[in-house]
């Protein structure tokens, strides 16, 4: 088990449910049955405030933990556009990560890249928004 991940479960960010909300996505990979529950409070088209529920893998989880974090104060289209640009890249193997998103790249390595459906539960979630 890569230590890297076990740090990313062991201090999850934004963990559970906001109390107030305006938006709620849920969605449950039908692969594996990992499940999780977004919870975002947006205004202006910015995501001020996420967080999110799982029922999960340790790698959705350390998956939802980041995502949380990488899109939080952004506006969120931009991050929904974001998102389907890192679906079709993880798909090809062909990713350019930045910023915040770079703390994707130790899920993204070749012992879990088999499990990329677990590590793209938040983000199949956020696209439900649409």
Not at 96 to 120: A, E, M, P, Q, T
Request: overall charge positive; proline content about 1%; charged content about 25%.
């Amino acid at each position: 088990m890569n230590t890297l991940l076990l740090k990313h479960v062991g201090a999850l960010k934004n963990y559970g449910a906001l109390k107030s909300f305006t938006h709620k996505c849920i969605y449950k990979n039908s692969t594996c049955g990992d499940k999780v529950t977004i919870y975002l409070k947006i205004s202006k088209k910015i995501i001020e405030k996420i967080s999110y529920k799982t029922e999960s893998c340790l790698l959705c989880q350390a998956s939802c933990s980041i995502f949380s974090d990488c899109v939080k104060n952004k506006n969120l289209n931009t991050t929904i556009n974001h998102t389907k640009l890192f679906i079709n890249s993880i798909f090809k193997k062909k990713i350019n990560l930045s910023g915040k998103w770079k703390k994707y790249n130790f899920l993204l390595k070749k012992d879990y890249f088999n499990r990329k459906s677990c590590i793209l539960v938040p983000f199949n979630a956020l696209i439900k928004l649409q």
